[in-house]
């Protein structure tokens, strides 16, 4: 009898702001969480990168918190007209959202009471039952509600809060992964035996690589899974895939 599986924790990410779809900023969060989801065993299932508009802004979060254990967006929680993310999460889950003392207390370890505009306290406004989420840099915070964790767009501030609420999430199993080096052998040419091979072993996942390098085109296949022994296994049919096509190609 085999023991039951732990169900999988997922994740998404959305990423807000026209500024990364004009492609005048280089998104680099991206990369970040999902390095660090995949590390503490979250499979990051999907992104989606989303214009400042309300409309689209809170389809998206309920379509994502909806279907994923976590959701983590960046970007919208500046002090700016166009920063619309805190109140588009607040529409998103039917709660009111204002100046909350809690957030506001903490721009003014770095403002002072008379520098607080405004603006500066658009920073604060936080929507009712949220939990905060602390920023050491610049002080002003991102927030938690329900399974959505809001973050800012700056990628050395929300690197930052995400070290403060990595601690917090529920992790799962890790996934491992074994590249075995296909060199410059073609993707035709064990693209049928590699799916077979795949296949064979649907518990893992199996991908081919191309990429170019210094010594020129090169191919990778990369073997993923949570169980150890089905990735060796698989690793083990992949590398004698290659070694026998590259025999031959040498013959």
């Given at each position: 009898?085999t023991?039951?599986?732990?169900?999988?924790?997922?994740?998404?990410?959305?990423?807000?702001?026209?500024?990364?779809?004009?492609?005048?900023?280089?998104?680099?969060?991206?990369?970040?969480?999902?390095?660090?989801?995949?590390?503490?065993?979250?499979?990051?299932?999907?992104?989606?990168?989303?214009?400042?508009?309300?409309?689209?802004?809170?389809?998206?979060?309920?379509?994502?918190?909806?279907?994923?254990?976590?959701?983590?967006?960046?970007?919208?929680?500046?002090?700016?007209?166009?920063?619309?993310?805190a109140?588009?999460?607040a529409?998103?889950?039917?709660?009111?959202?204002?100046?909350?003392?809690?957030?506001?207390?903490?721009?003014?370890?770095r403002?002072?009471?008379?520098?607080?505009?405004?603006?500066?306290?658009?920073?604060?406004?936080?929507?009712?039952?949220?939990?905060?989420?602390?920023?050491?840099?610049?002080?002003?915070?991102?927030?938690?509600?329900?399974?959505?964790?809001?973050?800012?767009?700056?990628?050395?501030?929300?690197?930052?809060?995400?070290?403060?609420?990595?601690?917090?999430?529920?992790?799962?199993?890790?996934?491992?992964?074994?590249?075995?080096?296909?060199?410059?052998?073609?993707?035709?040419?064990?693209?049928?035996?590699?799916?077979?091979?795949?296949?064979?072993?649907?518990?893992?996942?199996?991908?081919?690589?191309?990429?170019?390098?210094?010594?020129?085109?090169?191919?990778?296949?990369?073997?993923?899974?949570?169980?150890?022994?089905?990735?060796?296994?698989?690793?083990a049919?992949?590398?004698?895939?290659?070694?026998?096509?590259?025999?031959?190609?040498?013959?």
């Amino acid at each position: 009898m085999t023991e039951p599986t732990s169900p999988a924790i997922t994740a998404a990410i959305l990423v807000i702001g026209d500024e990364i779809l004009s492609g005048r900023t280089k998104d680099k969060n991206i990369g970040t969480i999902a390095d660090y989801c995949t590390a503490i065993g979250i499979d990051l299932r999907q992104v989606r990168i989303v214009p400042d508009e309300a409309a689209e802004i809170v389809e998206a979060v309920n379509a994502l918190r909806a279907r994923y254990t976590y959701l983590f967006t960046t970007g919208g929680i500046g002090p700016t007209h166009d920063d619309i993310t805190a109140d588009c999460v607040a529409a998103a889950f039917g709660v009111t959202i204002d100046v909350d003392p809690r957030a506001k207390a903490m721009l003014l370890e770095r403002h002072k009471p008379e520098d607080l505009n405004e603006a500066r306290l658009r920073m604060a406004r936080i929507p009712a039952g949220a939990d905060l989420i602390a920023n050491p840099i610049s002080k002003a915070p991102g927030f938690r509600i329900g399974n959505v964790f809001v973050m800012a767009g700056v990628p050395a501030i929300m690197q930052a809060m995400l070290d403060q609420i990595g601690p917090t999430l529920d992790t799962g199993a890790r996934v491992l992964s074994e590249t075995i080096e296909a060199g410059n052998l073609p993707e035709g040419s064990y693209a049928s035996a590699l799916a077979e091979i795949a296949k064979a072993h649907h518990s893992v996942s199996i991908g081919s690589y191309p990429s170019m390098t210094q010594q020129g085109f090169a191919n990778r296949i990369v073997v993923r899974g949570k169980d150890a022994e089905a990735v060796v296994r698989a690793q083990a049919e992949v590398e004698r895939l290659v070694a026998r096509l590259k025999q031959g190609t040498a013959g």
